[in-house]
Protein backbone atom coordinates (compact mmCIF):
# COMPACT_ATOMS: atom_id res chain seq x y z
CA UNK A 1 0.00 0.00 0.00
CA UNK A 2 0.97 3.36 -0.47
CA UNK A 3 1.56 5.86 1.89
CA UNK A 4 0.00 9.40 1.54
CA UNK A 5 2.56 12.46 0.68
CA UNK A 6 2.79 13.99 4.43
CA UNK A 7 3.69 17.87 3.88
CA UNK A 8 4.72 18.62 7.62
CA UNK A 9 8.15 16.62 6.97
CA UNK A 10 10.75 19.34 6.25
CA UNK A 11 12.83 18.75 3.12
CA UNK A 12 16.74 18.35 4.22
CA UNK A 13 19.46 18.67 1.61
CA UNK A 14 21.58 15.42 0.43
CA UNK A 15 24.45 14.76 2.63
CA UNK A 16 27.80 14.42 0.78
CA UNK A 17 28.47 10.79 2.42
CA UNK A 18 26.12 8.85 1.17
CA UNK A 19 25.59 5.39 2.28
CA UNK A 20 24.48 1.97 0.65
CA UNK A 21 21.62 0.24 1.99
CA UNK A 22 23.90 -2.17 4.51
CA UNK A 23 24.95 1.38 5.81
CA UNK A 24 28.24 0.80 4.49
CA UNK A 25 30.06 4.57 2.75
CA UNK A 26 28.69 4.23 -1.38
CA UNK A 27 30.98 4.12 -3.80
CA UNK A 28 30.76 6.32 -6.49
CA UNK A 29 30.69 5.68 -10.41
CA UNK A 30 33.92 7.55 -10.83
CA UNK A 31 35.75 5.51 -8.24
CA UNK A 32 34.02 2.40 -9.75
CA UNK A 33 35.49 3.68 -13.33
CA UNK A 34 38.92 4.59 -12.01
CA UNK A 35 39.02 1.23 -9.96
CA UNK A 36 38.32 -1.06 -13.01
CA UNK A 37 40.46 1.04 -15.34
CA UNK A 38 43.65 0.33 -13.01
CA UNK A 39 42.39 -3.48 -12.83
CA UNK A 40 42.46 -3.62 -16.53
CA UNK A 41 46.23 -1.96 -16.54
CA UNK A 42 46.97 -4.31 -13.90
CA UNK A 43 45.70 -7.12 -16.01
CA UNK A 44 47.98 -5.71 -19.19
CA UNK A 45 51.04 -5.53 -16.83
CA UNK A 46 50.74 -9.15 -15.50
CA UNK A 47 50.13 -10.38 -19.76
CA UNK A 48 53.67 -8.52 -20.79
CA UNK A 49 55.52 -9.73 -17.47
CA UNK A 50 54.47 -13.54 -18.54
CA UNK A 51 55.71 -12.76 -21.97
CA UNK A 52 58.80 -11.57 -20.65
CA UNK A 53 59.14 -14.59 -18.92
CA UNK A 54 58.97 -16.44 -21.57
CA UNK A 55 61.71 -15.14 -23.96
CA UNK A 56 63.80 -14.27 -21.39
CA UNK A 57 63.21 -18.21 -19.95
CA UNK A 58 62.51 -17.29 -16.66
CA UNK A 59 59.37 -19.53 -17.13
CA UNK A 60 58.12 -22.15 -19.74
CA UNK A 61 54.61 -21.90 -18.93
CA UNK A 62 52.87 -20.58 -22.37
CA UNK A 63 49.51 -21.80 -21.57
CA UNK A 64 49.81 -19.29 -18.65
CA UNK A 65 51.17 -16.52 -21.10
CA UNK A 66 48.27 -17.26 -23.44
CA UNK A 67 45.70 -17.31 -21.05
CA UNK A 68 47.31 -13.81 -19.19
CA UNK A 69 47.19 -12.50 -22.62
CA UNK A 70 43.36 -13.38 -23.39
CA UNK A 71 41.96 -11.89 -19.76
CA UNK A 72 44.00 -8.68 -20.71
CA UNK A 73 42.42 -8.67 -24.07
CA UNK A 74 38.81 -9.26 -23.17
CA UNK A 75 39.11 -6.80 -19.62
CA UNK A 76 40.41 -4.23 -22.29
CA UNK A 77 37.80 -4.90 -25.09
CA UNK A 78 34.82 -4.53 -22.14
CA UNK A 79 36.41 -1.30 -20.66
CA UNK A 80 35.83 -0.09 -24.76
CA UNK A 81 32.55 -1.36 -24.55
CA UNK A 82 32.08 0.54 -21.42
CA UNK A 83 33.68 3.65 -22.84
CA UNK A 84 31.61 3.48 -26.23
CA UNK A 85 28.49 3.60 -23.84
CA UNK A 86 29.20 6.05 -22.06
CA UNK A 87 30.28 8.01 -25.05
CA UNK A 88 26.82 7.35 -26.71
CA UNK A 89 24.93 8.52 -23.38
CA UNK A 90 26.89 11.89 -23.15
CA UNK A 91 25.84 12.83 -26.95
CA UNK A 92 22.54 12.07 -26.22
CA UNK A 93 22.24 13.80 -23.09
CA UNK A 94 24.23 16.78 -25.08
CA UNK A 95 21.50 16.82 -27.74
CA UNK A 96 18.37 16.95 -25.26
CA UNK A 97 16.64 20.09 -26.10
CA UNK A 98 16.88 22.57 -23.11
Do not use: C, H, W
Not at 32 to 53: H, M, R, T, W, Y
Request: negative net charge; hydrophobic residues 40%; proline residues 7%.
Amino acid sequence: MINPVNPNIPITPPTTQSTSAGGAPATSFADVLKNSIDEVAKLQNDASQAVQDVVTGKSDDVTGVMMAMEKSELAFKTLLSIRGKLMDAYEEIKNMPI
